[in-house]
């Protein structure tokens, strides 16, 4: 890629991610029950859920909770930065073209979202590296903190002192 092209790609990454800012996000009040976690942030970690946490005995309930948990530990700006995340993998306008799951979250398939999570991971743009890495990393955090998870690797729990 030569400079010229790297300035149109970052000039119209900058507009495109300012409009959808423009053209709203989220509410930003929290699902009931939850301290952080939005109504439309459900779906999306719904479906990410079963695909990142395979094979586990993990339930999206569990690990919603727990996800809802790190992210009221964060700082203001981390979570903004994670809000932007789910904005952009929950609004319509950027979901198809980013994500490949041109419906919605909860009709996307097992395939839909492996698929994608292999395209960002893969991607040639850093930024969605950098959230297929954040997605990771928030849910495999959020599985581990649960003392569900702690038999399966061994752990036998903090130390009782």
């Not at 959808?20 to 939005?38: E, F, I, K």
């Not at 996800?67 to 930065?81: G, I």
């Not at 969605?128 to 997605?135: E, F, I, K, Q």
């Amino acid at each position: 890629m030569q400079r010229r092209d790297l300035l149109r790609l970052s000039l119209g990454a900058s507009v495109f991610l300012g409009t959808v800012s423009l053209v709203g996000c989220s509410a930003q009040s929290p699902a009931d029950g939850y301290r952080v976690l939005r109504d439309d942030d459900l779906p999306v970690l719904g479906a990410l859920i079963p695909v990142v946490l395979a094979g586990t005995s993990a339930t999206a309930a569990v690990v919603l909770r727990s996800v809802d948990h790190t992210l009221a530990a964060l700082s203001p700006e981390m979570l903004k930065l994670t809000r932007q995340l789910f904005d952009v993998l929950s609004l319509p306008l950027t979901r198809g073209p980013l994500t490949g799951v041109w419906g919605a979250w909860e009709q996307a398939s097992a395939d839909q979202v492996t698929a994608f999570l292999q395209r960002w991971q893969d991607s040639s743009l850093n930024l969605l590296r950098m959230g297929h890495a954040s997605l990771l990393q928030l849910l495999l955090m959020a599985w581990y903190e649960c003392p569900q998870a702690w038999a399966a690797c061994g752990y036998p729990g903090p130390p009782n002192i």
